[in-house]
């Protein structure tokens, strides 16, 4: 499997962008997928999940209103689209695949496959 990673940048507090990873290898609609978040000296902590259909998501609390996770299955790829952004949000994303297809994972033991992170920056 293969999951590769794209959009990010920076973008001013209140402002927006959008990540996307493709996904390879294998059957899409046999993993959930999710995006984690790594600050400068945090751990990797969850941001949103996915199920293999599209049909639950799940969000940590403090983006949770704010960022939408979603995927297209007929593309095999899986978005966050980062709405209203915070400073807080600052940090290198990647995004996971697991083979616990449905269901809320946020450990990052819990995912087999990462793609590589791209950096997402908020500030004036």
């Known amino acids: 499997v293969q999951l590769q990673a794209s959009g990010g940048g920076l973008a001013q507090p209140g402002g927006s962008l959008r990540l996307s990873c493709a996904f390879s290898?294998?059957?899409?609609?046999?993993?959930?997928m999710a995006w984690f978040r790594q600050a400068p000296g945090e751990e990797r902590k969850y941001v949103a999940g996915?199920?293999?259909?599209?049909?639950?998501?799940y969000y940590e609390d403090s983006v949770k209103d704010r960022f939408a996770i979603s995927r297209d299955n007929t593309k095999n790829t899986v978005s966050l689209q980062m709405n209203s952004l915070k400073s807080e949000d600052t940090g290198v994303y990647y995004c996971?695949?697991?083979?616990?297809?449905?269901?809320?994972?946020?450990?990052?033991?819990?995912?087999?496959?990462w793609g590589q992170g791209i950096q997402v920056t908020v500030s004036t």
């Open positions: 996971a695949a697991t083979t616990y297809y449905t269901g809320r994972k946020e450990k990052t033991a819990d995912y087999d496959y």
């Open positions: 996915i199920n293999w259909n599209g049909g639950y998501w």
């Open positions: 290898g294998r059957p899409f609609t046999n993993y959930g």
